[in-house]
Each structure stands twice: as structure tokens, then as C-alpha cells.
């Protein structure tokens, strides 16, 4: 199983961007996904989670600003980041798990993540 992010970079405040984790070796379909951030000196949490029927759940301080969405035909995740602040700076992993974990830390499969700042 391979996750592989792409998108990050840096943006001014107010500015967008759209986070890519392109899957292989796993059922894509079946799977739960989800997008975690881990800034420096801070654990990591849960930003934004999809599961196989396409439910989304996101950590309240993202919400109406971000949005989680999946092509299973392209095996791909997407994170559209709007309206970013500067607490949104952090490195942002994808991980995905055959269980529904929603924001739950204990996926089994994880990219390597994508730094994201904002100033």
C-alpha cells in the first residue's frame, strides 16, 4: 500500500489550496480515508476524515472552510483548504484504513505527508 500527498506549499493568509494523496495496492473504494496535520511541537489530529459511503467528518476548527472528497476512479483524496490562517501551518498526512476510524489516530496506512504553511 502506497499513499503519496502532493499540494502543499506556502500561501498568504485568506488563500487556498488543494491537498492530493493518490492510493495504490488498496481496495480504494472500500476504504475509510482521512487527513491529518501535525504541526511542530504538537500532536497530530484529525482534520478531515471520508468513509466508503462518502460521509464526511471534519475537526470543528476546519469546518465550512475545508472540504474532503475522493475520486475512486482516479484512487485519489482531495483536501480543498480555503479562507487558510496561519494555525493552519502543519505537516498534512494522509492515511487510510479498511475500519471507519473517522478522526481516530490509529489508521494502519499513512503517506508522508505534505508541508502546508501559511503566514
Known amino acids: 500500500v502506497q499513499l503519496v500527498e502532493s499540494g502543499g506549499g506556502s500561501v498568504q493568509a485568506g488563500g487556498s489550496l488543494r491537498l492530493s494523496c493518490l492510493a495504490s495496492?488498496?481496495?480504494?473504494?472500500?476504504?475509510?480515508m482521512a487527513w491529518f496535520r501535525q504541526a511542530p511541537g504538537k500532536e497530530r489530529e484529525g482534520v478531515a476524515a471520508i468513509d466508503n459511503t462518502g460521509a464526511a467528518t471534519y475537526t470543528y476548527s476546519v469546518q465550512d472552510r475545508f472540504t474532503i472528497s475522493k475520486d475512486n476512479g482516479k484512487n485519489t483524496l482531495y483536501l480543498q483548504m480555503n479562507s487558510l490562517e496561519p494555525e493552519d501551518t502543519a505537516i498534512y498526512y494522509c492515511a487510510a484504513d479498511s475500519v471507519n476510524l473517522q478522526l481516530s489516530r490509529f489508521y494502519t496506512y499513512w503517506g508522508q505527508g505534505t508541508q502546508v504553511t501559511v503566514s
Open positions: 495496492g488498496l481496495p480504494y473504494g472500500t476504504y475509510c
